[in-house]
């Protein structure tokens, strides 16, 4: 996979600091005289490189906030949030040598992985929906004018059964085409959430518009297809709407999780600090 050269930086110093402090941690365990605890110098010392890495991730949001500032390009901090975070879990193990300690610190730890956790997921869903809208979704548009496209194709289909079958009682022949507009399309289209139907059903659907051609005469075949395209495109829009859902959807677990994470690690460090 190539890496993108804005996150190079990161991942060279991430990378680095990860490798000292492993080492840091191997040679420091090794001392019986000194045991490596939250409290130690050492055991200190991985927790403010821990706090830090998660300080400097949280300011990723007040940086969306203030695009006006020249502060960097929002993509770098983008990336710093993302490495810095990876960082954070192995030096917060670091921190308590691989144990949670209290019930206190237990559920702080929770709350960390957590964070961590869905942070993880958020990466993962950033990198593969986007790819999976372009293969999927045929005539992708703005999320923002998904409402309005959707409206289009339900006066697009109702002018199109006008067209073929007129205003009034249709002629017998041309009588299943607005029958199958009715019965299908139309609650189709005016669906503000359409479910599962006939025309998401890549097994069926085809069978259902051959079925449909039969009944009518050759000239009308060209209406058939046109509505199955404008429901072929209604599904494509409303996949497009739950991808776009699953992509942003987790920051309102992410977010809060991870602000709870900061505030009570700040609260655990000043707590530690009557000790010192």
């Known amino acids: 996979m190539r890496i993108d050269a804005r996150q190079r930086p990161w991942i060279v110093g ?23 605890t939250g409290g130690s110098a050492w055991g200190l010392a991985f ?14 949001t007040l940086r969306k906030r203030r695009k006006a500032w020249r502060l960097g390009k929002t993509s770098r901090w983008l990336s710093g949030h993302v490495w810095l975070g990876a960082l954070s879990l192995p030096l917060v193990l670091f921190h308590g040598d691989f ?14 992985l957590a964070s961590w956790a869905s942070g993880v997921v958020g990466v993962a869903l950033q990198h593969f929906l986007p790819r999976v809208m372009t293969e999927q979704v045929v005539r992708e548009t703005i999320y923002e004018q998904i409402d309005h496209v959707a409206q289009l194709l339900r006066e697009e289909a109702s002018a199109l059964i006008e067209k073929w079958c007129g205003a009034k009682a249709p002629h017998p022949e041309h009588a299943p085409l ?28 085809p069978m259902q518009r051959a079925h449909l051609k039969r009944l009518l005469p050759a000239p ?39 602000w709870a994470t900061l505030a009570a690690t ?3 460090a000043l707590g530690a600090l009557r000790y010192l």
Do not use: K, N
Request: glycine letters at 6%; aromatic letters at 10%; proline letters at 4%.
């Open 220 to 258: 009308m075949h060209e209406a058939v297809d046109d509505l199955f395209d404008l429901c072929d495109e209604r599904c494509g829009l409303e996949q497009q709407r739950r991808l776009h859902h699953w992509l942003h959807g987790w920051l309102l677990f992410h977010v809060p999780v991870s």
């Open 14 to 36: 991430c990378s680095a600091t990860l490798l000292v402090a492993t080492g840091c941690w191997w040679l420091v365990r090794r001392d019986p005289l000194a045991p490596l």
């Open 47 to 60: 927790g403010i490189a821990a706090l830090a890495c998660m300080v400097t991730g949280a300011a990723l």
């Open 266 to 268: 700040l609260f655990h």
């Open 99 to 112: 144990a949670c300690g209290g019930s206190l610190t237990s559920w702080l730890m929770a709350l960390f």
């Open 178 to 205: 607005r029958d199958f507009y009715e019965s299908q399309v139309r609650p189709f289209l005016a669906a503000a959430r359409p479910r599962a139907s006939l025309f998401e059903q890549r097994s069926t659907a």
